[in-house]
């Protein structure tokens, strides 16, 4: 028994050095953080300053970065969810306006960086900011999401369906598909609303030939055929062929409106009794973090970053300030 115990402790501590000769010989290399975009910029660890167009006020107002994302998490997502499912949000937001801001420099909107014009960036809603919102903004205070020292685009959407999506399958993306995109199984898939979770949508032939003609710029003709042409990663349609025109499945969607073609992960979709039936899973394009699924997440005890880790490819979560 001595000798057991003995043996055990000789290879642990065998074990031990050659861990540390590894570490020595080959140190794992530092996290890159990002730069705050000068036009913002308060100098290296200190909290920036916007300039936000507000829709609502129809003027802009110079704001704290913080103050700002608060506005966005209480637009984006329901306050009274587990402070990490909002904490989650929050690191999105926070890193979405730099990206923004890095990406294009400014906002649409004169002498402004960002706007709350939910066409151009986020939704935000600042009189809806509680304590919750507050207590997940200071978890998360100064918290950013980075893949090789650069800010991710920071996306998400209300309800995967249970399957998330990579760029190119859920937003029709042009660029090279981002590495940190990945199709990943989401626990949402019996959580949340009903009518996110499996939903159904009734159309007339010449209402979706109206629609696409008058959003996407092309006459498919009367439809007498419509179907899903090609399926990616996660199953979402790729492209639907109408007629015989095939349209990529999200552009589709935007045409016929995001809050009834709620999603391109369709379990069915055919013509019947003169009408285009469609019925899905899940609720946006499916990419980046699902709300829901983080919401689950949190209630699981899930924080803020393993949320946005489990949704992301080989991220990492940096302090900025």
Same mark, same amino acid.
């Given at each position: ?27 794992g ?12 910029s308060?100098g ?49 937001a ?28 986020? $939704?935000?809603?600042? %009189? ?8 997940? *903004? #200071?978890? /998360?205070? &100064? +918290? ?43 626990p ?19 209402e ?18 419509i179907?899903v ?25 935007i $045409?016929?409106g995001? %809050? ?8 069915? *979709? #055919?013509i /019947?009794? &003169? +009408? ?39 991220i ?6």
């Amino acid at each position: 028994m001595k000798t057991n115990k003995k043996i055990v402790a000789l290879s642990l501590l065998f074990l031990m050095i050659i861990a540390a000769a590894v570490g020595c010989i080959q140190p794992g290399p530092g996290v890159k953080k990002p730069k705050i975009p000068e036009s913002i910029s308060r100098g290296e660890g200190k909290e920036p300053q916007l300039v936000v167009y507000v829709v609502e006020d129809k003027k802009n107002s110079k704001m704290n970065l913080e103050e700002y994302v608060a506005g966005v998490v209480a637009g984006e997502m329901d306050t009274d969810w587990p402070i990490n499912a909002l904490g989650a949000q929050a690191i999105l937001a926070r890193t979405y306006v730099l990206q923004f801001i890095t990406e294009k420099g400014r906002s649409k909107y004169k002498d402004a960086h960002i706007s709350t014009d939910i066409t151009e960036a986020q $939704a935000w809603d600042a %009189t809806a900011v509680n304590d919750n919102v507050r207590k997940a *903004l #200071e978890m /998360t205070r &100064g +918290k950013v999401a980075v893949y090789d020292g650069e800010y991710i685009k920071a996306w998400f959407h209300a309800h995967s369906g249970g399957i998330t999506a990579r760029a190119k399958e859920g937003l029709a993306y042009k660029e090279k598909e981002p590495p940190y995109t990945k199709t990943v199984q989401s626990p949402d898939k019996d959580a949340g609303p009903p009518d996110d979770r499996e939903w159904k949508a009734v159309f007339t032939p010449d209402e979706v030939r109206q629609k696409i003609k008058a959003k996407l710029g092309r006459d498919v003709g009367k439809i007498t055929h419509i179907a899903v042409s090609r399926k990616g990663e996660s199953g979402r349609a790729l492209t639907i062929m109408v007629n015989q025109v095939d349209i990529p499945a999200p552009e589709l969607r935007i $045409a016929l409106g995001s %809050t009834r073609m709620k999603s391109t992960l369709l379990t069915n *979709l #055919e013509i /019947t009794d &003169g +009408k285009i039936v469609m019925v899905g899973r899940g609720y946006g394009h499916g990419v980046g973090m699902s709300q829901w699924g983080a919401r689950v997440m949190a209630d699981q005890g899930k924080s803020p970053e393993e949320i946005i880790k489990y949704y992301f490819n080989n991220i990492n979560i940096v302090d900025l300030w």
